[in-house]
């Protein structure tokens, strides 16, 4: 069973930066998708990012597109989203997760980091 970390969160002003950090342990990541998703309250959780473990393709959602980039530490079991050019519609609860590739679910969730930007 895969179990995810996440930290890093806080609040920045609009147009700043913040990285999120996923520690993940319990498994072997080989065959496995990280993701990032993100929910603000009333809203339904959204896909942010997600990359590859195995050959570190990623893929990310429109509206992130050019600010968030989504990486994996090999060494650590770790995955980071950096963010920059932050907006207030940014603002969210964001989470880690893990999918095996041959599966379309996210089995496995952090237990999400508060991301606050202000304008």
């Known amino acids: 069973q895969v179990q995810l970390v996440e930290s890093g969160g806080g609040l920045v002003q609009a147009g700043g930066s913040l990285r999120l950090s996923c520690a993940a342990s319990?498994?072997?990541?080989?065959?496995?998708?990280l993701g990032w998703f993100r929910q603000t309250p009333g809203k339904e959780r959204e896909f942010v990012a997600a990359?590859?473990?195995?050959?570190?393709?990623?893929y990310y959602a429109e509206s992130v597109k050019g600010r968030f980039t989504i990486a994996r530490d090999d060494a650590n079991d770790t995955v980071y989203l950096q963010m920059d050019s932050l907006k207030p519609e940014d603002t969210a609860v964001y989470y880690c997760?893990?999918?095996?590739?041959?599966?379309?679910?996210?089995?496995?969730w952090g237990q999400g980091t508060q991301v606050t930007v202000s304008s």
């Open positions: 997760a893990a999918r095996q590739e041959r599966l379309a679910k996210y089995d496995y």
């Open positions: 990359i590859r473990w195995s050959g570190g393709i990623t």
């Open positions: 319990g498994y072997t990541l080989d065959r496995y998708l």
